[in-house]
């Protein structure tokens, strides 16, 4: 069956460094990745998708991501961290084998950016 | 701003009681989904729609319908509403029919059932 794992609830970091979020995920087929953002009473918005291609995936507001097939994981990054980044983080997969090809969400990462 | 509206914003309910939520996707937009958010199950795939039609099913109660109207615009039906369905209900929208591409998010609409 489908999965998303975003196995930290909260990540902590302090201005300026470098952050990591992860995602793990299990799927049949190959997977189509995405990771959204969600601000204090906001909707998500979209930072960036893998769907095939090169590993490294550029998005918005200088945020990439990493799929590795091996680990099954698709680490959300970026190398130096703002206090405007603070916010809730989710990844979602797409399965495409076979006809279900509903998007799963992982349950979220919330970020805090401390100045 | 996603382009995509969510009326109302907030709304304050009885349990037994029946609300209607509206969305209007993106212009250009074919697809509609209808997400669910509270605190203790994240995000739940409600009901997705493509040019009318309905594509795919999630947890969606059968105390809940959708439809998504000619001119696009979606409408989330919930009836015989209990406390449990407090939560942040969100519409999301995009081209395709299929999640090949970005999802555009409303702002929401915040039900709470008391």
């Known amino acids: 069956a489908q999965s998303v794992a975003q196995p930290e609830d909260q990540v902590n970091v302090a201005e300026g460094n470098p952050l990591t979020v992860k995602c793990t995920y299990s799927v049949s087929g190959n997977p189509y990745l995405f990771w959204y953002v969600q601000y204090p009473n906001r909707g998500l918005q979209f930072l960036l998708k893998y769907i095939t291609g090169d590993n490294l995936v550029k998005g918005s507001y200088g945020f990439e991501a990493e799929f590795n097939k091996s680990q099954t994981s698709f680490h959300l990054k970026k190398p130096s961290a703002l206090v405007s980044d603070s916010a809730l983080y989710f990844c979602a997969v797409r399965d495409n084998a076979g006809n279900n090809r509903k998007l799963i969400w992982g349950l979220g990462t919330s970020l805090a950016v401390n100045p | 701003d996603s382009g995509v509206t969510q009326t109302p914003k907030h709304l304050i309910t009885a349990t037994g009681q029946r609300v209607t939520l509206r969305c209007s996707p993106r212009?250009?937009?074919?697809?509609v989904y209808w997400y669910q958010q509270s605190l203790d199950q994240g995000l739940q795939f409600l009901i997705q729609y493509y040019n009318g039609e309905e594509r795919a099913k999630g947890n969606i109660l059968e105390r809940f319908s959708a439809q998504q109207f000619p001119d696009l615009h979606s409408e989330l039906n919930l009836s015989s509403l209990e406390l449990g369905d407090s939560a942040l209900y969100f519409c999301?929208?995009?081209?395709?029919?299929?999640?090949?591409?970005?999802?555009?998010f409303g702002e929401g609409s915040r039900l709470t059932v008391l």
């Open positions: 212009s250009g937009d074919l697809s």
């Open positions: 999301a929208s995009s081209v395709s029919e299929t999640y090949t591409g970005e999802l555009f």
